[in-house]
């Protein structure tokens, strides 16, 4: 394998169409059209970072800078995935050295990753490479479009 990590906002589109088969076998349900919008629509300081061996997608980084009142400017990857049949082949590792990079360039002193609990495997690849757990937090979503279909939003309580 000689993987080269490309630094983009833009996948060239043979890219784009792998990345679209590699998140929709992660799970993701996203078409081309929907994928390109959802690039489209990403902060200007978001960043990719996409891992090729030749013409190839091995694996992929969203990189972003996350500011709030608590922590200040936070380098953060927002999502990490590499390809099946590219795993323990230190694309990961790549592309976390390469996010290390740009959150240093970037002027950002901290990366900050999300793994979920279960996810067993990226929670020991993390710790391998010298992360450490900050926190353990819940997420709770709700569906809004689902609500919106129901015409049934939470009412707040009466004070």
């Not at 000689?2 to 799970?27: C, D, K, S, Y």
């Not at 979503?141 to 009466?158: C, G, H, K, N, S």
């Given at each position: 394998?000689?993987?080269?990590?490309?630094?983009?906002?833009?996948?060239?589109?043979?890219?784009?169409?792998?990345?679209?088969?590699?998140?929709?076998?992660?799970g993701?349900?996203?078409?081309?059209?929907?994928?390109?919008?959802r690039?489209?629509?990403?902060?200007?300081?978001d960043?990719?970072?996409?891992?090729?061996?030749g013409?190839?997608?091995?694996g992929?980084?969203?990189?972003r800078?996350?500011?709030?009142l608590?922590?200040?400017?936070?380098?953060?990857?927002?999502?990490?995935l590499?390809?099946?049949?590219?795993?323990?082949?230190?694309?990961?590792?790549?592309?976390?050295?390469?996010?290390?990079?740009?959150?240093?360039?970037?002027?950002?002193?901290?990366?900050?990753?999300?793994?979920?609990?279960i996810?067993?495997?990226?929670n020991?690849?993390f710790?391998?490479?010298?992360y450490?757990?900050?926190?353990?937090?819940?997420?709770?979503?709700?569906?809004?479009?689902?609500v919106?279909?129901?015409?049934?939003?939470?009412?707040p309580?009466?004070?």
């Amino acid at each position: 394998m000689n993987l080269q990590i490309v630094r983009t906002r833009h996948p060239p589109e043979l890219h784009l169409a792998m990345l679209q088969v590699m998140l929709t076998e992660a799970g993701v349900r996203v078409d081309l059209e929907e994928l390109r919008a959802r690039l489209e629509s990403l902060p200007k300081e978001d960043r990719l970072l996409i891992g090729l061996d030749g013409e190839h997608l091995a694996g992929f980084a969203h990189l972003r800078v996350s500011r709030d009142l608590t922590a200040g400017d936070t380098a953060e990857v927002v999502a990490l995935l590499v390809a099946k049949a590219y795993r323990r082949m230190g694309v990961g590792r790549h592309l976390i050295a390469a996010a290390e990079t740009w959150a240093l360039e970037s002027g950002r002193a901290r990366l900050l990753l999300h793994t979920d609990v279960i996810r067993t495997e990226a929670n020991a690849f993390f710790t391998a490479l010298g992360y450490e757990k900050s926190a353990t937090t819940l997420e709770f979503i709700r569906d809004l479009e689902r609500v919106r279909q129901a015409d049934r939003p939470t009412q707040p309580p009466r004070i």
